[in-house]
Every structure is written in structure tokens, then in C-alpha cells.
């Protein structure tokens, strides 16, 4: 059985990541702020270094994937130095113990790379961040490639179940509607995004090929968030009327949002090719999500307080 060392275990990926491979992997996290029943808190710090690495090596673990962050776009834009602190040093730190102790590091990065002036990005495209969100996730990619070379690094945008603190955006979109709520999308932000289930699964495969270097994870087709909401709203059987199709700079100056890119379609022909996969269809994958609501594991996460 492979050792997982996983943090951001009470995020949204993180927490998918642990409930779906809990039985078919050894899952070390440990909990930041956020305790969550049933997950065993391993009483360290990511910012204790000697600890980390004697933990890691006791523990004999093969991979260390590094899924927290600071994730709120406007949070990072308040509070650079927490952004900074936690998104870049904090990943560079933990990449370089897992290095000097032979650990694969794998950092999930994003796909807000770019200004979104591209209609797709692949992995060598230069990068442009709109905001100090996608800096710190630049810098961290330009680190980790430094000082880590053998560590990979996903670029990606997902959607799937989380719990009641932490919704993703198809969660947004469908408890929404269920409760009857309008909701404005976006007509003119275009994103190419993969289900959590399809993340977690690449993922997996692209370790066990021992692959280093960028690679994105993300679905043939770039979509507006807009199509996206009255896809699941089709699939779901709810109210695509209450769906009000907007524009990005309009909610921008109502809200003050910070800037972020309107097109952010990541090209996954390496994806592709390293699995051997011919399509990568967003229709599928919300189907599946669809047929996997009342799973055990979405259950689970649903109730997770
Ligand atoms: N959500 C998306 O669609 C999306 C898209 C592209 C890329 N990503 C990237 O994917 C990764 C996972 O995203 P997510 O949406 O699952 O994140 P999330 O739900 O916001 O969770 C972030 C996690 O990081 C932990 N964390 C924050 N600061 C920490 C620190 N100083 N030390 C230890 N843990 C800390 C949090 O713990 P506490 O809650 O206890 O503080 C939480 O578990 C992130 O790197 C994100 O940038 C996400």
C-alpha cells in the first residue's frame, strides 16, 4: 500500500481526496484550523520543518501532495503577506524537505495563470496573473521548477460536492436553484473545468507514471461559467430561468471585485497523450456527478459540519 501525506484535508479537494482514497491508500493529514470528525488529527505544523521531515520519513511516505492554500481571491488581495507566506514560502519549504528525502511533491496549482487574451494554455505558455492569487501561485510554480525539479505540479479547475462550510461552484449553482434563488453567472468568463472525481482519478494514474513537470487536468471544451450553470441546471432538473446571464465587468464594479482573467482554458493534449484518453467531456463528467449525489462518500461529505 502507497503512503499519502496530504494537506488542506478539510478544503474541498483535499477532503474528496481523503474520503475517496481512504481505503485503497495510507492517508496521513493533518488538520490546520478546521477539525472535521472521523479524520485523525496528527498534532504537527506544515511550518515545522524538522518535525515535518522526521514524520515523513517515520512514516515512509512515497508522495506528499500539497493541496492547502489560501484560495479566496479577495482574501489573498487584502492579506498579501498571509497569501504569500502560505501559497509560496510555505510550498517551497515542504517541497524542499520532500526533495532532500526523496518524496514525490505534487502542488496543486491553478489555471488563473494567464490574462486570458489566449483562447487556450498549455503548459509552456508564458505566464500573466491578473491579481495577487495567481502571483503567488506563479511564483510558487517558478520555485518549486527551481529547486525541486522532479516535482510535479497540476494546473486545474474543479467542480464537484463539499461540505456545507466550503461549497464549490456547482454546489453554488445547484443549492441555489433548489432553494429558488436567482443567481448571476457569467456569460463572458470562459473556463475549462474537470470534475473532482476526474481530477482525483488523473491524478492518481499521472503518479503512478512518475511524471515531473507541469501538467494541466482540464476538459476538451472551454465553456462560459453561464453554459456551465444551465448545463447543470438541465441535468439536476432545476430552474435555468433563475439563472441570470451576466457580464464580468458589470458584476466587477457592483461588487468590487479584484480583476481575475475571462478566459482561463487550460489545452490538455498532455493530459491526453500521458493517458492515453481521447476525450474529456464536461457532459460526462456532470452526468457522473449527477449519478454520484447520493453516493456514500458525497453523503458523507454532505454532512460533514
Ligand atoms: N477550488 C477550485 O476550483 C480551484 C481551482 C484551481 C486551483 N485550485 C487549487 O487547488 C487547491 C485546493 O483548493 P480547494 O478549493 O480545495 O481549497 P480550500 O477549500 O480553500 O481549502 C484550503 C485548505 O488549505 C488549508 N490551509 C490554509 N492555510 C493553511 C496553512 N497555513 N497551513 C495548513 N493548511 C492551510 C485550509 O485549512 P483550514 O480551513 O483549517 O484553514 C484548507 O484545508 C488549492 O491549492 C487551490 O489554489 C482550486
Redesign the pocket.
Known amino acids: 500500500m502507497k503512503n499519502f501525506f496530504l494537506?488542506?484535508?478539510?478544503?474541498?479537494?483535499?477532503l474528496n481526496f481523503f474520503l475517496n482514497l481512504k481505503n485503497n491508500y495510507r492517508i496521513y493529514s493533518l488538520?490546520?484550523?478546521?477539525k472535521i470528525s472521523g479524520i485523525k488529527n496528527i498534532k504537527l505544523k506544515?511550518q515545522h520543518s524538522n518535525k515535518i521531515k522526521k514524520f515523513l520519513l517515520k512514516k515512509k511516505i512515497n508522495y506528499f501532495i500539497h493541496?492547502?492554500?489560501?484560495?479566496n481571491i479577495e482574501n489573498c488581495e487584502k492579506n498579501k503577506k498571509k497569501a504569500n507566506d502560505?501559497n509560496v514560502k510555505?510550498t517551497l519549504k515542504l517541497s524542499k524537505i520532500c526533495d532532500q528525502i526523496g518524496i514525490k511533491f505534487i502542488f496543486?496549482?491553478?489555471?488563473?495563470l494567464f490574462d486570458g487574451k489566449k483562447k487556450f494554455y498549455n503548459e509552456n505558455d508564458f505566464t500573466c496573473p491578473l491579481n495577487y492569487y495567481a502571483k503567488t501561485?506563479v511564483e510558487a510554480e517558478k520555485k518549486l521548477l527551481k529547486h525541486n525539479p522532479s516535482c510535479l505540479i497540476i494546473r486545474?479547475?474543479?467542480f464537484g460536492f463539499g461540505p456545507n462550510y466550503?461549497k464549490?461552484?456547482s454546489d453554488w449553482i445547484i443549492d441555489s436553484l433548489k432553494n429558488n434563488h436567482k443567481i448571476h453567472v457569467f456569460k463572458d468568463v470562459y473556463f475549462t473545468p474537470v470534475s473532482i472525481d476526474f481530477l482525483i482519478k488523473s491524478l492518481v494514474k499521472i503518479i503512478d507514471k512518475n511524471i515531473s513537470g507541469i501538467i494541466n487536468i482540464s476538459s476538451d471544451k472551454k465553456i462560459s461559467k453561464y453554459d456551465f450553470a444551465l448545463k447543470l441546471a438541465k441535468k439536476f432538473k432545476l430552474n435555468h430561468k433563475l439563472i441570470i446571464p451576466s457580464f464580468f465587468s458589470e458584476i466587477k464594479k457592483k461588487n468590487n471585485l479584484v480583476n481575475r482573467p475571462k478566459n482561463m482554458s487550460l489545452n490538455n493534449k498532455k493530459l491526453k497523450s500521458t493517458l492515453n484518453l481521447k476525450h474529456i467531456d464536461i457532459d460526462n463528467m456532470i452526468n457522473s456527478l449527477y449519478l454520484s449525489r447520493k453516493s456514500k462518500t458525497v453523503l458523507s461529505i454532505k454532512k460533514i459540519k
Open positions: 494537506t488542506g484535508v478539510s478544503g474541498l479537494l483535499g488538520i490546520h484550523k478546521k506544515l493541496t492547502a492554500a489560501i484560495t502560505t510555505l496543486v496549482s491553478s489555471d488563473h501561485k486545474t479547475n474543479f466550503r464549490s461552484f
